[in-house]
């Protein structure tokens, strides 16, 4: 996430933004969370609010282990992220949750802190151009499932 120009990543967001608080975001949407999540708040663990959650805080920081250059992340992980949201966002956009493109960019990156230098993710798929948009997600969908099936909007 940070080497798209996120501020921080996903893990790091959730310590941020408060373990409890995300365990609550999910019941409200009627999904059940994640199992370490859910453990992770219930042995009072909320991330830097309490001092621990995924990461241990000190002075308002998360120590974060340190990974070695031998270590490689697999070569979509990227894609495995930021292809969710960009889906997502075309998703909300055709079903009218948002008005526009630039509602959808400018919620995404005051909202969530989605890289502003690349503009929103709609101006980032306008970028990448639809067909491989399309083509990416299509190939992630074959690889980790259907949480990565186009949205309509791409055809």
Known sequence: ATDFGMPMGPIEL???????????????????G??????LV????LGKKSG???????AG????PKISSAERFPDDITDRLIMRLVNEAATCLREGVVADADLVDAGMIFG???????????????EQQKANIKERLD?????????????????
């Not at 994640?34 to 453990?39: G, L, M, R, T």
């Not at 621990?52 to 000190?58: S, V």
Request: glycine share 12%; with cysteine.
């Open 42 to 45: 219930q042995a009072g663990k």
């Open 52 to 58: 621990a959650g995924f990461y241990t805080w000190h």
């Open 14 to 32: 959730m310590d941020t933004i408060g373990l409890d608080i995300c365990v609550a975001s999910a019941k409200s949407m009627g999904q059940a």
């Open 61 to 64: 920081k998360p120590s974060k």
């Open 112 to 126: 969530t802190g989605f890289a502003p230098f690349r503009g929103g993710p709609m101006t980032y798929a306008a």
């Open 139 to 155: 190939n992630l969908a074959v690889r980790y499932g259907d949480r990565f099936v186009p949205d309509p909007a791409w055809s």
């Open 34 to 39: 994640f199992p370490s999540v859910n453990n």
